[in-house]
Each structure stands twice: as C-alpha cells, then as structure tokens.
T-cell receptor, first 117, second 112 residues
Framework: GAVVSQHPSWVICKSGTSVKIECRSLDFQATTMFWYRQFPKQSLMLMATSNEGSKATYEQGVEKDKFLINHASLTLSTLTVTSAHPEDSSFYIC?????????????FGPGTRLLVL | GENVEQHPSTLSVQEGDSAVIKCTYSDSASNYFPWYKQELGKGPQLIIDIRSNVGEKKDQRIAVTLNKTAKHFSLHITETQPEDSAVYFCAASRPNAGKSTFGDGTTLTVKP
C-alpha cells in the first residue's frame, strides 16, 4: 500500500514552453502533497505544500507564478513549470500524506526528470 | 525552525559489516523521525520510522534508535549487502507541522 506515482518520468522541452507534472496517490487519499526539487548529489528541497481544495503554500524563494500547483482532488496534484528555462532543469519529486490521520508519514513518488534545452 | 544535521555524508563499508548513520535535530517538539533510502534516479523510499514515545525500533536488518534528551537518532544497518548501497535521508517533524525537515543525506557504499 501507499503507492505514489508521477507522470511523466522524464521530459525534455524547449526553453519557453510549459511542462505539467502529475502526482497521484494510487491506493490512499492524500489531503496533503508536497513538491520537492533535487539537484545532483544534494538533499531534497521543499518547494511547496499542497492541500486539497486550497492554495498551495510556497517556500521562501520559490516563485509561485513560475511553479503552479493544483491539488484538485484527494488523489491528484499537479506541478506546472511555466516558461521553462535551462536553469529549471532538475529532478522533481512529489510526496503524499495519508488523509484522516495524524500520521506525518510521507510517501514519495518516483520523480520526474526535467531537461530544458 | 527545525534544523537537522546528518553524519557522515559518505560511508563505505565491507559487505557483512554494520553501518550507522546519525542525525541530530534542534526542535525539542519534534516527535516523528523517518528514514528514507534513495537509489539512483528514483524517489526516496521509507524504510523505517520512529515516534518519540519509543527509544528503538527494529525491522529485520534495520534499526533506529532515538535519544530525546540528546536530540539525536540513528539508523543501524547490520549485515550490509551491496544492494544496501544508496543515499539515506533522515527527517524530523513536529505535530501538525505540515512538513518534515530533511538531513543532507548519507551516501552508503557497500563493497562486495
């Protein structure tokens, strides 16, 4: 149980285009999902916390107009990188937390590798 | 806010030996401490976690110990195998915090 999927697993796009990444909790409902960015050989950098039905909470320094997050249902959150540039190239990982419990456990997706040319 | 320090940053052991990774945290209100294993090109996978009401938890070759007074917790892997090679992250969170704070990771290499 507690499986989180991401789609796509990797994407290559041209500079200036927008890219949407989906994060789904497959076998549980998640009121909260998190989006992370990870550079090679570095730790997880939290970008934003997404709560179902409300606006995402962004970490300091993360541009909310560039990284649009939507959490429209208890099983789906999306991250859209708008007007992507090469510096946005990175490994993006989502995680989801069980709904209806006080558990803090986060279950991570497999990640999406984005390359902006 | 919470600060989590993880040591060592790299660890190399011989197959069959034990490996220990340590983390310290700053927020005494933190009460949940998970450990994640991340293989190359994949997302982190939860391997074990502990809550502040217990001092130790085991799952086969993996164990976690928690010292609330000293505010540190450790991951112990016994009888290491090459497939244990990965990056390991610790994390800490307080009740209703909404998010966890992660350590910087430890790259474990198990040599056959």
């Amino acid at each position: 149980g507690a499986v989180v999927s991401q789609h796509p697993s990797w994407v290559i796009c041209k500079s200036g285009t927008s890219v949407k990444i989906e994060c789904r909790s497959l076998d549980f409902q998640a009121t909260t999902m998190f989006w992370y960015r990870q550079f090679p050989k570095q730790s997880l950098m939290l970008m934003a916390t997404s709560n179902e039905g409300s606006k995402a909470t962004y970490e300091q320094g993360v541009e909310k107009d560039k990284f649009l997050i939507n959490h429209a249902s208890l099983t789906l959150s999306t991250l859209t990188v708008t007007s992507a540039h090469p510096e946005d190239s990175s490994f993006y990982i989502c995680s989801a937390r069980h709904a209806g419990t006080s558990w803090e456990t986060q279950y991570f997706g497999p990640g999406t590798r984005l390359l902006v040319l | 806010g919470e600060n989590v320090e993880q040591h060592p940053s790299t660890l190399s052991v011989q197959e069959g030996d034990s490996a220990v990774i340590k983390c310290t945290y700053s927020d005494s209100a933190s009460n949940y401490f998970p450990w994640y294993k991340q293989e190359l090109g994949k997302g982190p996978q939860l391997i074990i976690d502990i809550r502040s009401n217990v001092g130790e938890k085991k799952d086969q070759r993996i164990a976690v110990t928690l010292n609330k007074t000293a505010k540190h917790f450790s991951l112990h892997i016994t009888e290491t195998q090459p497939e244990d090679s990965a990056v390991y992250f610790c994390a800490a969170s307080r009740p209703n915090a909404g998010k966890s704070t992660f350590g910087d990771g430890t790259t474990l290499t198990v040599k056959p």
